[in-house]
């Protein structure tokens, strides 16, 4: 036995009989070959049209990028000065002129692996090249130069929306890198950080995430399947 659907949008004119609305229902059937007729309701489509709509959004996943600083690792003893560095689409700048600084591989500020430090006093501010707000998960310090002792680290946060957000980490005075979680720091224009005059750090791996854009094809899905709920709606059959 063979089975026709034919799916049909309820629309104004009523059927003859009781039809689920779920159910496909048995309208007309011989030895040969059944016939079958699905009511879709409008609002039903209107559903199925919002459960795209969220699926294409949910394609934008976050893209989270750790700033490694690996470019700037170096054989050799001196402290190299910056202007501003620029890594995986993040960029970093100092109020000072040639305020970065990061020690190569056999300088006693060396901490394991290559990390941004600044001089003392100064500020560095974090932000994306392309302007678009982003967020931070985590981050590591190390000591770089500086009296030896404890002593605490603020971190700010400037929110998208207006407002900020700040976080006080406590260093050890170590120089080896400690890894610290951010909380609230989501939704950011920039973030910054200021040197001490005594105590200087140096930062590392520093978990960056921004919102990824839908590819066309996405949204080429996206209004392929609306447009197809558009054009069922119209269509109006004789059942």
Request: hydrophobic share 40%.
């Amino acid at each position: 036995m063979c089975f026709t659907d034919t799916y049909q949008i309820q629309g104004r004119k009523s059927c003859k009989r009781e039809i689920s609305r779920r159910t496909p229902v048995l309208l007309h059937s011989n030895a040969a070959c059944s016939k079958r007729i699905v009511i879709l309701k409008p609002m039903s489509l209107l559903r199925t049209a919002a459960i795209a709509a969220l699926f294409a959004a949910g394609a934008a996943q976050a893209q989270t990028t750790v700033i490694n600083f690996n470019g700037l690792e170096q054989r050799g003893v001196v402290t190299n000065l910056l202007d501003s560095y620029t890594e995986s689409g993040y960029s970093f700048n100092n109020n000072y002129w040639y305020g970065l600084s990061y020690a190569e591989k056999s300088n006693l500020a060396y901490a394991g692996s290559a990390g941004l430090g600044a001089v003392a006093l100064s500020t560095t501010t974090l932000s994306r090249t392309d302007g678009a707000a982003f967020s931070l998960g985590s981050i590591s310090l190390a000591d770089y130069i500086g009296w030896p002792g404890a002593y605490n680290v603020t971190l700010v946060g400037k929110l998208a929306g207006g407002g900020s957000v700040s976080q006080t980490l406590s260093l050890s005075g170590s120089n080896s890198f400690s890894n610290y979680t951010l909380n609230g720091f989501t939704n950011l224009v920039s973030a910054s950080w200021q040197q001490g005059l005594v105590h200087t750090y140096q930062v590392d791996n520093i978990g960056a995430s921004v919102s990824a854009v839908p590819e066309p094809a996405t949204y080429g899905m996206l209004l392929g399947g609306l447009g197809l709920m558009a054009l069922m709606l119209r269509r109006r059959k004789t059942i």
